[in-house]
């Protein structure tokens, strides 16, 4: 169960090798290792500073690495060129933390944006798509002639989870998709990232401080700490770990009171 | 069965099968698309039609709609086109996209004659509201600097002096080069006019009075708008958009008072400076081309120039200089405020102010110059 050197995964759609990610003279991330399996939501937690969104924006090739691999649908990031590249970025779907959505587009623009720009497509199809997606991710249509400024934290969430599908991915990279909802709206969040988990047959890499989504949403949990993966492995695991951050973690009073 | 997506046309009896196969995903949308128009068509000319998704390899949210928008499409008279052969890692997702109703249509304003007329409008009206704009903000940093001199305690010393440097100290290289530039410019070209009649010599009085009335502080005055008004804008409009104005408001503190007075104070402390210093690296780049190119020497150069120019000329030049400054600096807080939340009116008010300061600053020059003529210097 301790992940120190994860047990080589054959269908990997992601496979992290010795990472090490430095700015400056602080070294954030040190020799990390992690698979994520195909089909799987993988739940990634750590404390706050210790690198999530670092790993992410490593994985996705935003923060530039001082040493190891990175592998994403079998392609090695570093030595792809730049049409692989593509190809595989086509084949991913990235929300960030703050949604990132294009301020001066509309909804319905943002949606389309990426499809509109991949996919030789009448604007029917693109309008249908558009709607499909909304609908997708909870969202009533009227919504697609606003702009981002005129939406609600939770619909700006939703939005950019539209436009990280709009491809249809199939890999989806969630950060802290469910910070800043209620805890209705985070609820219906996990369960959507189920249904289209299900429905998409997508991969998912969630970054997450939300115990109920790890609870109900994920399918296996790894743990950041140190700039390693401290641990990896379902709830069950976590709970019965001695490590003392998952024992504070899975163990205090808050997640007592989501397991009850 | 990995090609490209098929739709192929099988009769049975009197009814029709569509048997779809291959990948239904979005890298082939543009084929599906007229795969399944081309069998929209088929509406209506059978009895029964039913759709069979068997053979599919792969389904994404775009080929589950253009199943479903295909099977709309068949459905006539009550009498619903069925989807045959649905497996259940897919039943799902059609199940999806049949919540979908039909899209909104693009709700752009259709561009006409009164649109046009009505844009006219809209601009001639806010040219009046820009007016009102700048005014108000002089009366809310008169307020605010008012009521900074009954406390001044609460002013922002640091602040000021950091935007001194960014605005004054680190715009001196710049200011320095380019009004250098002009002055050896304008050097040269009056010497190569004036020598056609040998009057080479004048060319120290058309430099001093140019650069010290006018075009020293002109000049800086512009770059300034260029260089410091747009970074306060672009600075207080992003602030705005990521409410930290709103923030400020909230604990009790006057954004006028803390990010604005400061600015301004800073631009109008190092206005008069860069100016000056600007009025001098263009008297002495044309001084250098005088010599080197017109064969003026220094000694004549300066004997000539204490002749030709007075303190006043001097005077009428750098009092202008916090005037504009007080100007470009306001323009630019109002615009900073009025940013909205995209990138787009960020870069649009971003240029309202540069455009607008430097617009401003001529015509408080012309209005000087008319003042000044009146009262006889």
Not at chain 2, 279 to 289: D, K, R, T
Request: with cysteine; proline share 4%; glycine share 10%.
């Amino acid at each position: 169960m301790m992940a120190e050197t994860p047990q080589p995964i054959s269908d990997a759609i992601i496979r992290v090798r010795d990472i090490t990610v430095e700015f400056g003279t602080t070294r954030v991330l040190d020799g990390l290792n992690l698979d994520v399996k195909r089909g799987e939501i993988l739940g990634f937690v750590g404390p706050s500073g210790a690198g999530k969104s670092v790993l992410t924006r490593t994985i996705i090739g935003l923060v530039p690495k001082v040493a190891g691999r990175i592998e994403v649908f079998g392609v090695d990031l570093d030595n792809a060129d730049s049409r692989q590249r593509r190809a595989v970025e086509r084949r991913w779907g990235i929300l960030f933390q703050q949604g990132a959505l294009f301020s001066s587009l509309t909804v319905r623009q943002n949606i389309q944006f990426p499809v509109r720009e991949y996919l030789n497509v009448s604007q029917k199809l693109l309008d249908e798509i558009m709607v499909a997606k909304l609908v997708m991710v909870g969202l009533k249509p009227e919504v697609a002639d606003r702009f981002p400024s005129e939406l609600s934290g939770g619909m700006i969430k939703r939005v950019a989870l539209a436009r990280a599908l709009a491809l249809d991915p199939e890999l989806v990279f969630l950060d802290e998709p469910t910070s800043g909802l209620d805890p209705i709206g985070a609820g219906d969040f996990d369960e959507l990232v189920r249904t289209l988990q299900r429905t998409l047959g997508l991969t998912v890499f969630m970054v997450t401080h939300d115990l109920d989504s790890l609870y109900t949403a994920c399918d296996r949990i790894a743990v950041l700490g140190n700039g390693k993966i401290i641990a990896a492995g379902s709830i069950a695991d976590m709970k019965a770990s001695q490590h003392p951050w998952l024992r504070q973690y899975f163990n205090g009073k808050r997640a007592r009171a989501v397991v009850s | 069965m990995n090609g490209d997506p098929t739709l192929e046309r099988i009769a049975q009896g009197n009814g029709l099968a569509l048997c779809a196969a291959g990948p239904w995903t979005a890298p082939f949308a543009p084929l599906l698309e007229a795969i399944v128009s081309d069998a929209e068509k088929l509406a209506g000319s059978r009895p029964n039609i039913f759709i069979d998704v068997s053979q599919i390899s792969r389904l994404d949210t775009f080929g589950a709609w253009l199943i479903e928008r295909l099977r709309r499409s068949l459905t006539r008279d009550n009498v619903e086109a069925k989807i045959a052969g649905l497996s259940a890692n897919y039943a799902t997702l059609v199940d999806e996209v049949r919540r979908v109703s039909a899209a909104p249509p693009d709700e752009r304003p259709p561009v006409t004659i009164t649109g046009m007329l009505a844009q006219v409008g809209r601009s001639v009206v806010s040219v009046g509201e820009t007016f009102i704009g700048l005014i108000d903000m002089l009366g809310a940093v008169l307020v605010a600097a008012g009521r900074v001199l009954r406390r001044p305690r609460d002013f922002r010393l640091t602040s000021t002096v950091h935007h001194l440097e960014q605005v004054c100290w680190r715009a001196v290289p710049i200011i320095v080069l380019i009004t250098f530039l002009i002055g050896c410019i304008i050097s040269q070209q009056g010497i190569f006019h004036f020598r056609r009649f040998g009057a080479d010599i004048f060319v120290v009085d058309m430099l001093g009075v140019l650069v010290l009335r006018e075009i020293g502080v002109l000049l800086v005055a512009i770059m300034v708008a260029g260089r410091s008004g747009s970074a306060y804008t672009a600075e207080l409009g992003s602030m705005k958009m990521r409410e930290e104005i709103d923030a400020l408001r909230t604990m009790g503190f006057d954004p006028i008072e803390v990010l604005i007075l400061p600015r301004l104070l800073a631009l109008i402390i190092a206005m008069p400076i860069l100016a000056f210093l600007g009025a001098m690296a263009a008297l002495y780049g044309g001084g250098l081309v005088a010599w080197l190119y017109g064969g003026v020497d220094p000694e004549a150069f300066l004997l000539r120039l204490r002749d030709a120019i007075s303190i006043d000329h001097f005077i009428v030049g750098i009092i202008k200089a916090p005037v504009m400054a007080a100007v470009i600096g306001i323009v630019a807080c109002v615009e900073g405020l009025a940013v909205q939340g995209s990138a787009e009116s960020l870069g649009q008010h971003t240029t309202a102010s540069v455009v607008k300061g430097i617009f401003f600053v001529i015509v408080m020059d012309g209005v000087f110059a008319i003042f000044f003529a009146s009262i006889g210097i």
